[in-house]
């Protein structure tokens, strides 16, 4: 029998990536977004996963506007908690695998040397807490799990690339927040480190992010120096850009678990930029 992937969130960057990344490889894959189900209902996803019976789900689903989250908490802890509380439930009932995509914003961001898994989690905004408790409930419920906590991603869809590369088209110059320090991670990277791990029986917490490190003013200045764009990044502060929610200053994650574990590892994270450019340049 044919190995059958539910995809939640199948719209969004790291969806369209898994689709890709599992396109050469005989298996079933169900899509779905907010109009074929909404995770935040636990009947809704019961009924779903009874009726398709997927080997594993692989939970995109989140709120990501880290600003919004602030104003909106309880759409956020509908979505990025009970979301994976009933996936959870709903994987541990059918016998299915279940991935949980994770986040930096766990971590406080004061930390000075990148995160491992066994660290202590300490969020400092709502997308943060609510994406922690997402995580607590899928060990609460699910029997068979991968948490894979990230950072800084792009794909196909709305990211950081596309709106520095638009941003191009019409300033010579742009603002970028240089006291963020990071590491931009490929969703086509994190789609193949998913798809490593799926098979295997190598439950638990990882890091998932490509390797090395940089501040958001540099990653702005690596995609123009790529895209051979003259414009100029003007580095500021954090305050100086004055968003909503609290972003930490070091969030870069050590894929400590996956190096121990397997014999995968992400690509540079310039490598990856690199890769992604040549498809949308």
């Known amino acids: ?78 979505i990025n908690a009970i979301g994976p509380r009933n996936l959870g439930i709903a994987a541990g009932r059918a016998g299915a695998k279940l991935f949980q995509i994770s986040t930096d914003y766990v971590f406080s961001g004061e930390a000075d040397r990148p995160y491992v898994e066994t660290d202590q989690p300490d969020p400092q905004n709502v997308y943060g807490s609510t ?60 789609a193949k480190m998913i798809h490593i791990l799926e098979p295997t029986e190598n439950y638990g917490l990882f890091h998932g992010t490509c390797e090395g490190y940089c501040s958001w003013a540099e990653f702005a200045e690596e995609i123009f120096r790529q895209a051979g764009k003259n414009t100029k990044v003007n580095h500021i502060t954090t305050e100086e850009f004055g968003a909503a929610a609290k972003r930490p200053a070091y969030s870069i994650l050590d894929n400590y678990m996956l190096r121990m574990t397997t014999d995968f590892q992400m690509m540079d994270w310039k490598d990856a930029l690199s890769v992604y450019m040549k498809t949308i340049l």
């Open 1 to 78: 029998m044919m190995k059958k992937l539910l995809i939640t969130g199948c719209g969004g960057q790291l969806g369209r990536a898994l689709n890709k990344e599992y396109e050469s490889e005989q298996v079933e894959i169900i899509n779905t977004d907010v109009p074929e189900v909404d995770i935040t209902d636990l009947e809704a996803v019961l009924n779903l996963v009874d009726e398709k019976k997927p080997d594993v789900i692989i939970n995109c689903g989140a709120l990501t506007a880290v600003d919004l989250c602030e104003s909106e908490y309880d759409k956020a802890f509908r």
């Open 131 to 190: 994406k922690l408790a997402g995580e607590q409930f899928v060990r609460e419920f699910a029997d068979r799990y991968f948490i894979i906590r990230t950072a800084w991603l792009y794909g196909e869809g709305k990211n950081f690339v596309g709106t520095m590369l638009r941003l191009a088209q019409s300033h010579d110059q742009v603002s970028v927040v240089k006291d963020q320090v990071g590491t931009p991670t490929s969703a086509a990277e994190l």
